[in-house]
């Protein structure tokens, strides 16, 4: 069973930034797919960014230009941050590891509140 740890959510005031970490209990370097994704109160979860196969990251459109996603294998630990957040990025963050030969794994989710 693969574990995934998620920090770095909280209270952040509109313009503000976070940085947002995923340390997983297995290497990552060899993962299929990894990506954030959030549910916002009453919505579905949705997308934020996801890289396939060693792609490009895929941004949603809505968090283009201001979220980027980074990854230490090393740590074994993936980032996101987050600039210049608006009022609609309050959500859940969840991140999401998917192995070919271990299966897809999620996060616990963290908090993230953007309100002034």
């Known amino acids: 069973q693969v574990q995934l740890v998620e920090s770095g959510g909280g209270l952040v005031q509109p313009g503000g930034s976070l940085r947002l970490s995923c340390a997983a209990s297995?290497?990552?370097?060899?993962?299929?797919?990894m990506g954030w994704y959030r549910q916002a109160p009453g919505k579905q979860r949705e997308l934020v960014v996801r890289?396939?196969?060693?792609?490009?990251?895929n941004y949603a459109d809505s968090v283009k230009g201001r979220f980027t996603i980074s990854r230490d294998n090393a740590k074994n630990t993936m980032y996101l941050q987050m600039n210049a957040l608006k009022l609609e990025d309050t959500a859940v963050y969840y991140c999401?590891?998917?192995?070919?030969?271990?299966?897809?794994?999620w996060g616990q989710g963290t908090q993230v509140t953007v309100s002034s």
């Open positions: 999401n590891f998917g192995w070919l030969a271990s299966g897809d794994y």
């Open positions: 297995k290497n990552i370097f060899d993962a299929f797919r």
């Open positions: 890289i396939t196969n060693g792609g490009s990251p």
